[in-house]
């Protein structure tokens, strides 16, 4: 997804004028004349700076729309696959916890597989081999907490 | 020499010795794999680290880093797709080569002169650093309120792109290295109310996130890839050896010391290093006719440039904290949590870690010889797996990667912003180096401004009271003015029109 220089400009704008805003409640350091707002002030005045430029490049080109897919990616498959993507991981954030890592694992890869247009038996066998792996490697050798959910504890 | 003992015994054991292999064998795969960088590879592999040693951290990172450079070259000889950006210089030449059936002319170049490249830059590392840091001691806020400023300059006008887009990006990494409670006053900034972000956005689910989960949004987007066709088979790469360093150690001289200088400068990496010295190869050669047509001789110097850059850019990231590339930026990240925070004092307290270090960037280099010959053996191999089937397994390996780094989904969510933040960044034209070396060198910038503020009650002309600073600040202001000029000619030459 691609954003014009104008469009561009006035996000980082109003992001800076925000920053600056936020940035004055924060307390300096007692006795001070500095503290915690002195940095995030001069980043805002940067971002204010620089995306002022941005809108005037952005206004003087004429035509171009505020957001644009580029062309090669204007296909409906390819930004379903994109945010299909993003929802596999929103998916780990809030189901791994009840469902456990494997479960919630093999669901995410064989889903990209899919996505990926993998034949779906190559797709089924390397999921199992790579949850699978990946709990033995990061539970089992790395000792990392990963959710058990519904699965029951494995051998190793 | 008693350090040096010490740092032989740090090294010579199972643990580092098997985690600089397993390390470089990774490094090697990644770079080998078209579209997937060294510094992703760096990346991926941090979450493994911390269940290391610090030494074994270290050396995987240096290891696997350095073959990700080198194995880049394999995919552009082979099939004109260099495996990682700093391949791109002279990916014609090295294809060309093979069309000509002379691909183990090519990468027998690339095996070598990145192995003498590297360890170029690693005696240049050896020899510069202590003494360096031994500088470095006398350094107060200014000094490193100066370099920290520098290098961000730096990272802004090395990168491609609009300058407006570099500073942006790097404005966006201060920004979201100022979150959290470690400032000045100790409040909570940025935090919008959230507990989890009062520590501060963690370092590693966001270079997870920047490098690798974008690129997975982008396998999305284009489907995965069309296959690649099957490359020609490459002869003995140890034959034209003799014949090369006779030939081309100019060349290899050139591009190591090149490589070196602009892998220490803050801000360049080993893509801009290639690039350099391939323009300079072209311009200095007798035959710059034949330069993207087939011809060694700019691989000779590009590859030997890349490879030293990418050692001696540890030179500012050990002696000041300061990065000089995103590799780089993301090892800093990693000696702070295995307790080596980068900076003069580590090479007081803690030499024998540094030079077992240095010993580890020697052996990774010798290693690159046998393990490159071998990666080169089995490239058909590997350059027949598809996208399709690599990219679900580095999306899991990502999330389990960006779980580790705190035992919670807040990793994962952080990896997650940061992948879409990533790939609409690359969407849009904007460099990624700027943001992540502001991440990192953000902190460092604020603690010596607000410092040198407190210490000098706010007089600005005391930033420059010492020599050091004032030729740092010097050096700042000819780069900004460069800017601002660059900014201004062009509506000059409108309005001239």
């Keep these: ?156 | 020499m008693d350090v040096l003992i010490q740092a032989l015994n740090l090294v010579a054991t199972w643990n580092v010795l098997l985690a600089v292999i397993a390390a470089s064998i990774f490094g090697l795969f990644v770079g080998a794999i078209p579209g997937l960088t060294a510094t992703m590879a760096t990346a991926m592999l941090v979450p493994l680290t911390f269940f290391m040693e610090p030494v074994a951290a270290v050396g995987a990172m240096v290891a696997c880093s350095a073959m990700a450079i080198f194995a880049g070259d394999i995919p552009g000889a082979l099939l004109r797709i260099p495996g990682t950006p700093s391949s791109a210089a002279y990916v014609e030449d090295t294809y060309q080569l093979t069309q000509k059936g002379q691909a183990e002319l090519g990468l027998g170049a690339c095996v070598l002169f990145s192995a003498i490249g590297g360890l170029f830059g690693t005696l240049v590392l050896i020899f510069a650093a202590p003494s360096l840091a031994e500088f470095a001691m006398s350094f107060s806020s200014q000094e490193y309120f100066w370099m920290a400023l520098l290098g961000l300059t730096c990272a802004v006008f090395m990168g491609s792109g609009s300058l407006e887009r570099g500073f942006l990006s790097l404005l966006m990494g201060l920004t979201i290295g100022s979150v959290g409670l470690d400032n000045p006053a100790g409040v909570p900034r940025l935090t919008f109310g959230s507990t989890d972000m009062l520590g501060g956005i963690d370092f590693i689910p966001v270079m997870i996130g920047i490098f690798a989960i974008s690129m997975v949004l982008r396998a999305a987007m284009n489907g995965g890839g069309e296959k690649e066709a099957v490359p020609k088979t490459v002869g003995n790469i140890f034959r034209h050896w003799g014949f090369m360093l006779k030939t081309y150690w100019r060349q290899m001289l050139r591009g190591n010391l090149t490589g070196t200088v602009i892998g220490i400068l803050p801000g360049a990496g080993s893509d801009v290093a290639a690039y350099v010295s391939y323009a300079i190869s072209r311009r200095f050669s007798r035959t710059p006719e034949k330069y993207e047509t087939g011809h060694a001789e700019g691989v000779v110097e590009a590859t030997s440039s890349n490879n030293a850059s990418l050692s001696s850019a540890w030179v500012p990231a050990l002696v000041f904290g300061i990065p000089g590339d995103t590799i780089t930026a993301i090892v800093v990240g990693v000696l702070y949590v295995k307790g080596m925070n980068p900076g003069p004092t580590l090479f007081l307290f803690n030499p024998q870690t540094i030079y077992a270090v240095f010993l580890i960037f020697i052996l990774a280099n010798l290693i690159m010889i046998p393990l490159g010959w071998v990666l080169i053996k089995f490239a058909k191999n590997i350059l027949r797996v598809s996208k399709s089937v690599l990219m679900p397994l580095i999306l899991i390996f990502c999330i389990v990667g960006a779980f580790a780094s705190n035992n919670s989904v807040y990793g994962v969510t952080i990896m997650l912003i940061f992948g879409i933040v990533g790939y609409l960044m690359e969407e849009n034209d904007f460099p990624v180096a700027p943001c992540v070396l502001g991440i990192v060198i953000g902190p460092i910038l604020e603690e010596n401004l607000i410092t040198t503020l407190i210490k000098f009650q706010g007089s600005l002309i005391d930033f420059i009271n010492r020599p050091i600073a004032l030729a740092l600040f010097a050096l700042s202001c000819l780069i900004w003015i460069s800017i601002v000029y660059s900014w201004i000619r062009p509506r000059n030459e409108e309005v001239s029109e």
């Design chain 1, 1 to 156: 997804m691609r954003f014009s220089d104008a469009a561009l400009g006035l996000i980082f704008l109003v992001t800076g004028i925000s920053l600056a805003l936020y940035s004055y409640s924060l307390p300096s350091i007692p006795g001070q004349n500095y503290g915690a707002a002195t940095f995030p002030l001069l980043i805002s005045v940067g971002i204010i700076g620089c995306s002022a430029r941005l809108l005037y490049t952005g206004i003087r080109q004429r035509g171009v729309p505020f957001v644009y897919l580029a062309t090669e990616v204007k296909s409906v498959r390819a930004v379903l696959s994109v945010a299909a993507t993003v929802l596999l991981i929103v998916f780990y954030i809030y189901f791994a916890g009840r469902l456990g890592f494997i479960p919630t694992a093999s669901i995410i890869i064989f889903s990209m597989f899919l996505i990926l247009k993998v034949h779906p038996v190559k797709a089924l066998i390397l999921t199992v081999i790579a949850a699978f792996a990946c709990d033995f490697i990061f539970r089992t050798m790395l000792l990392v907490s990963l959710p058990i959910g519904i699965m029951p504890r494995l051998p190793w």
